[in-house]
């Protein structure tokens, strides 16, 4: 498995703004992906997220409103622009790695939009 | 559209007895299956992965999965209320490499 972070842990912001979400892993991995988790529901698929290529984005999720960088091996963030309180949810980065093509959850961003 | 379904439960078994969590999904070729569990609060965390046809055993949990019937289950032996939690399916379908679907999940109660 991997040692994966998240920050920040959570949030409560205003409509209308923006908030970046930054994922490190203690190990280089290729694949990393974002999902939302909306109260009492299950994970959605927002991007996946490959180093050195633009991320790609699910049915329903557009680069405009969620732009992904992936810098480098370890890093990636999520940014949640103008956002409304739709948007509030908790939004979990996974990296996969190991020989099964497991995936493994960050601790989570619960993010509040008033 | 590829699903995954999870009854959601919530499913009480007493402590000590065997919980049985059960997942169908909709594409055939699917290769590989998950479960994941999640406490109240926290992320998923994974306990179990399977990729052939029959039972995968790990401590008190078994797998169970069966490609004809589209089927894949959790078994949890000795029940204990710490495994009182959302136990979640995932399935990696055809031709999406490395992408996962996620159940709705099903909240489990093990009851002193």
């Known amino acids: 498995s991997a040692v994966i972070s998240q920050k920040p842990s959570r949030d409560i912001c205003q409509r209308g703004t923006s908030l970046t979400i930054q994922c490190q892993v203690d190990?280089?991995?290729?694949?990393m992906f974002w999902y939302r988790q909306q109260p009492g529901q299950s994970l959605t698929l927002i991007a996946t997220?490959?180093?050195?290529?633009?991320?790609?984005?699910e049915s329903g999720f557009v680069i405009d409103k969620f732009p992904i960088s992936r810098p480098n091996l370890t890093f990636s963030t999520l940014t949640v622009s103008n956002m409304s309180p739709e948007d509030s949810s908790i939004y979990l980065c996974s990296v996969e790695t190991g020989g099964w093509e497991t995936q493994y959850f960050g601790p989570g961003t619960r993010l509040l939009v008033l | 559209q590829k699903e995954v379904e999870q009854n959601s439960g919530p499913l009480s078994v007493p402590e000590g007895a065997i919980a049985s969590l059960n997942c169908t999904y909709s594409?055939?070729?699917?290769?590989?299956f998950f479960w994941y569990r999640q406490y109240s609060g926290k992320s998923p965390e994974l306990i179990m992965f399977?990729?052939?046809?029959g039972d995968k055993e790990d401590g008190r949990f078994t797998a169970q999965l069966n490609k004809a019937s589209q089927y894949v289950s959790l078994l949890i032996r000795d029940s204990q209320p710490s495994d009182s939690a959302t136990y979640l399916c995932?399935?990696?379908?055809?031709?999406?490499?490395?992408?996962?679907?996620f159940g709705t999940g099903t909240r489990l109660q093990v009851t002193l």
């Open positions: 399977i990729y052939s046809n």
């Open positions: 997220a490959n180093q050195g290529s633009e991320a790609t984005y």
């Open positions: 594409d055939r070729g699917s290769q590989s």
């Open positions: 190990s280089q991995v290729t694949m």
């Open positions: 995932a399935v990696r379908n055809t031709g999406t490499a490395s992408k996962l679907t």
